[in-house]
C-alpha cells in the first residue's frame, strides 16, 4: 500500500530499538517484552496471562518516553527486590528509596546514567 502513514521516524526507529536493546537483559525474568511495530512505533507488553494474553500495552513513538518507562519499571523492579520481606514491603516507590541507606539509593539512581550510556543515544535524559 502506498502513502502508508508512519507513526515513528526512521531516526526514533533506530533510537527505540538502541533503548530497547539496553534494558532488554533486565527484563529477560520479567514479564516485560518491547517489540517493534514497524511504521507504528514501539510497544512495551506486560503481565502475559495464557490464554488471553498480555494484561497491559503501551505505545512509543520517541526513545526519550521509551527509556524513561523502561528507567521506571527497571528502579521499581529494584526497590521491590530490596523491599521483600522488610517493614518497606508495603511502601510505595518513593518512601521506599528514601528509607535505603544514602549509597545504595545513589547506586540504584545512578544507573540510570549508566543505561542511558548504553543505548548510544544522545540526550535521552534531558526533560526528563
Known sequence: MCGEKSYITDEEVMNCQKVADA???QFGNESITVLN???YGFVKLQ???FPYGFDDMQSYYDSKSLFHDLWE???HMQLI???ADTPMEDMDYDDI???LAEEKRRELLDK???FAEKTGVENLLVDF
Open 37 to 39: 511495530a514497524g511504521r
Open 81 to 83: 527486590y530490596l523491599s
Open 23 to 25: 534494558f532488554s537483559e
Open 73 to 75: 519499571e527497571w528502579l
Open 112 to 114: 540510570q546514567f549508566y
Open 47 to 49: 503481565y502475559f496471562k
Open 97 to 99: 528509596l528514601k528509607c
